[in-house]
């Protein structure tokens, strides 16, 4: 089964959801290592930045962000990692999976409409198209 | 030092080059345009980026990082073109620079910190506002062509980068709109008409100025005002591109650089500039990390200038003004309304407080200034609160002293206590307390003498220990003679 698992999240209740998918996935092997990654969208950064008295208070913002996510792997007691990483989520996502070579990739959907996934764009959509392995998309 | 150097400008030596030319070519419209705002020649901007960007490359403390000639500078010295002329411009530049450098070597960059972000909010919004406004004059009620131009702009502007990642988007505007401006006749005013393109490098000479203190007093205000807002840009900005590539920089560095920079752009001709918050993102979305990408930025555009600049006189002003209103739109901080209603209530007076004063005044640095300066007024009436509760724990009366003790807050304290009790036990309890300042001891002996004087006996508990050390140090309330009238 599944030895390493990517989770992207971004701290909003479908990453939540996708959360309990992959942990689903996780409990079928007992080594299996799941890696939540989150991405710091480089369009946000300067908005980030702005609102944020110091670094200290940012990386504390971000950090938070990954709480109940790793709440839920705490509590089903499996072994993870954090990672933080900056660019563009969908690009950065499917680069770091298939450098690192996970087995699998377990994401969230936002649930976007026609309208807005023109505009915005899908990261799911992008990582599915471009990743080397099986990816997981939670609705 | 060497591996640093060579990490610095040679580990990613393709992505820099590809950046660094994406980075000029979006630079142009931008470096003309902001000329345009400040009232002098396109040429005077665009020899500004070249060698600011070119200078930075070398001195700057923030590798990746893109400074040219920008709005929230060019907007700073429209007073002094308009009244002084260009060279009084060139001098107030080389001051400008001197400034900086000033203000590097005595470590800036901790200065920073004390600048509130409702202050850094405003000092953006209020920036793109007034880039705004500056583009009025040049698109109401010129033409009916005028408009279609501007609105064509903007839907090339916003819609093409969502097909076509390579090529900025200003520039494919740029390009089209120009190619059917040119060849279609159509009633517009042109980049030409406002000032001459000149196809040569920048030379080197000295402001035509008189050396006298009159010229001083003429620049220093202009100096010290751009010397202020291009290091809250730069130093921002910094930070920006601190946070997007996940590694650290040297403000201080920084700071000396831009003041060598605008040195070096004074001597060439150039206007004040400074780092660009856009033009950075651009950079390192566009996979610039290094002081490379900086480099072919300010060379590229200078290259382009040399070679195209009998077209870059026909560039439409509409297409200009509509890429200024990206701009602008690029830079207003948009969550600035859900941080209205969120932030607390004085955050959000300063930040409305920064605006307003910039968009008053058209001064950047008048309005940070003023906005740092209240919300120190607002820092100091929240922390000088001080609550007193008195109960009773058994036969004493205890009161309980909240918050900080220094000679903001002693009035309230003195005035909270209720002297009209006789003969008790009293207790002051100081355990959610501390001590600042003489004049904060003072007003503790103040009551403990008031009470005695009554007939009361004093008990005062839980000071924290450098509290302790003060109140041990300065209190008379010790000495049992001690009477109100000694103090």
Known sequence: MYKNILLAVDGSENSLRATKEAVKMASLNNKCVIEIVYIVDFAKAKNEVLHAQGKEELELARRKKLEPVEKILKS???????????????????????????DLVVIGSRGLN??????????????????NCPVLIVK | MIKKLKTEWLSNVRGDILAGIVVALALIPEAIAFSIIAGVDPMVGLYASFTMAVIIAFAGGRPG?????????????????????LNYLLAAT??????????????????????????MIGFVNALAILIFMAQVP???????????????????VYVVPKFIKSIPAPLIAIV????????????????????????????????????TLETL???????????????????????????????????????RGQGIANIVTGFFGGMAGCAMIGQSVINVKSGGRGRLSTLIAGLFLMFLIIVLGDLVVQIPMPVLVGIMIMVSIGTFDWSSFSYLRKAPKSDAVVMVVTVAIVVATHDLSKGVIA??????????????????????????????????????????????????????????????????????????????????????????KGLDATSKKLVDKLAVYNDSNAKLSTH
Do not use: C
């Open chain 1, 76 to 102: 089903n007691e499996l072994s993870y990692k954090t990672k933080i990483m900056h660019g563009e989520p969908g690009p950065t996502i499917v680069e770091y999976a298939n450098k690192e070579q996970f």
């Open chain 2, 94 to 119: 080389l001051l400008t620079g001197v400034i900086q450098i000033i203000f590097g070597v005595f470590k800036v960059a901790k200065v920073m910190k004390f600048i509130p972000r409702a202050v």
């Open chain 2, 176 to 211: 089209a709109l120009t190619a059917v401006a040119i060849y279609s006749n159509f009633e517009l005013r042109t980049v030409g008409d406002l000032g001459a393109i000149t196809q040569s490098l920048p030379t080197f000479f000295i402001p035509d100025v008189p050396f």
């Open chain 2, 138 to 156: 040049h698109f109401i009620g010129i033409s009916n062509m005028t408009y279609v131009f501007v609105a064509i702009t903007l839907v090339i």
């Open chain 2, 217 to 255: 007093s003429i620049i220093f205000p202009y100096s010290i005002a751009l010397a202020i807002v291009g290091l809250l840009e730069s130093l921002l900005t910094a930070s920006i591109v601190d946070d997007m590539t996940g590694t650290e920089s040297d403000k201080n560095k920084e700071a």
């Open chain 2, 65 to 85: 990082m893109i400074s040219a000639a920008t709005g929230a500078m060019a907007l700073l010295m429209v007073p002094l073109v308009k009244e002084h002329g």
């Open chain 1, 114 to 131: 026609s309208l807005q996934e023109m505009v915005l764009g899908s990261v799911s959509h992008k990582v599915v198209k471009r990743a």
């Open chain 2, 371 to 460: 906005g740092v300066i209240l919300s120190a007024i607002f820092f100091v009436a929240k922390i000088s609160k001080i609550k007193v509760t008195k109960h009773k724990v058994n036969r004493n009366l205890v009161f309980d002293v909240e918050g900080q003790l220094f000679f903001a807050s002693v009035e309230g304290f003195v005035e909270s206590f209720d002297f009209t009790v006789e003969r008790s036990n009293i207790v002051i309890d100081f355990s959610n307390s501390h001590i600042w300042d003489d004049s904060a001891v003072g007003a503790i002996d103040k009551v403990v003498i008031k009470y005695r004087e009554s007939g009361n006996v004093v008990t005062i």
